[in-house]
């Protein structure tokens, strides 16, 4: 089964911090997601990549970055935290663009 | 890129068959249709997937019209377990496409 593994399930940050969120993929897969849900919003697209050290904009980049060093992990970075990014946030990977999304857990942050 | 139009809620009971229609107006010509499944507290887990006419397998079927410009998911006898948000996907054929979920339908099932 493939396995999508977020580093943190609930992490609380002070306003201004740098928070890192951590995904790995053990399937090889090409592509990696970055999605934020929250209530009333669905999934919103922050970042993907297609491949080691490429990065796209989704439909919501801004006060977020992103890094894909190696194939397995894509990481997500928000610079200074803030209130407003408190949320869920989702990563998923899949093999190039099928549609077919493995998604994990999910990371629960709550910015005070 | 395909944006995906989906009720917001829906109620059924029990035993019941379910419907959900996705509108997907401007699909393009290779862009696939995907369904997930989301319970509190998870991530969406994929439930099926298809590109025209009928798909079925143990979960769901999958009804797209000739147009394709809407796609139906059927969920047979439901049970309370079904209860959930469903997203319809349009997957496009590029791989360094965005993939863009609508706001999906919470299902309530009720006994």
């Known amino acids: 089964d493939v396995k999508v593994t977020q580093s943190s399930r609930y992490l609380v940050k002070r306003t201004g911090e740098k928070v890192f969120l951590e995904c790995v993929q053990d399937?090889?897969?090409?592509?990696m997601f970055w999605y934020r849900q929250d209530p009333g919003l669905g999934l919103r697209l922050i970042y993907f990549?297609?491949?080691?050290?490429?990065?796209e904009k989704g439909d919501i980049p801004e006060g977020y970055s992103v890094s894909r060093e190696k194939k397995e992990r894509f990481s997500l970075i928000l610079e200074s935290a803030s209130t407003n990014q408190t949320s869920m946030y989702l990563c998923?990977?899949?093999?190039?663009?099928?549609?077919?999304?493995?998604f994990g857990e999910g990371s629960r942050l709550t910015v005070l | 890129l395909a944006k995906t139009t989906q009720p917001i809620s829906m109620d059924s009971y029990e035993g019941q068959e379910v419907n959900i229609t996705c509108s997907h107006n401007n699909i393009a010509t290779n862009d696939y249709i995907t369904w997930y499944q989301q319970f509190p507290s998870q991530g969406p887990r994929f439930i099926i997937q298809g590109y025209k006419t009928k798909v079925t397998n143990e979960v769901a079927s999958l009804f797209i019209p000739a147009d394709r410009k809407s796609s139906t998911l059927s969920l047979p006898r439901v049970s309370l377990s079904d209860t959930a948000v469903y997203y319809c996907l349009v997957a496009p054929s590029s791989n360094t496409g965005k993939l863009i979920f609508g706001q999906g339908t919470t299902l309530q099932v009720k006994p």
């Open positions: 990549s297609y491949d080691v050290k490429m990065k």
């Open positions: 998923a990977s899949s093999y190039r663009n099928t549609g077919e999304l493995f």
């Open positions: 399937m090889d897969h090409e592509n």
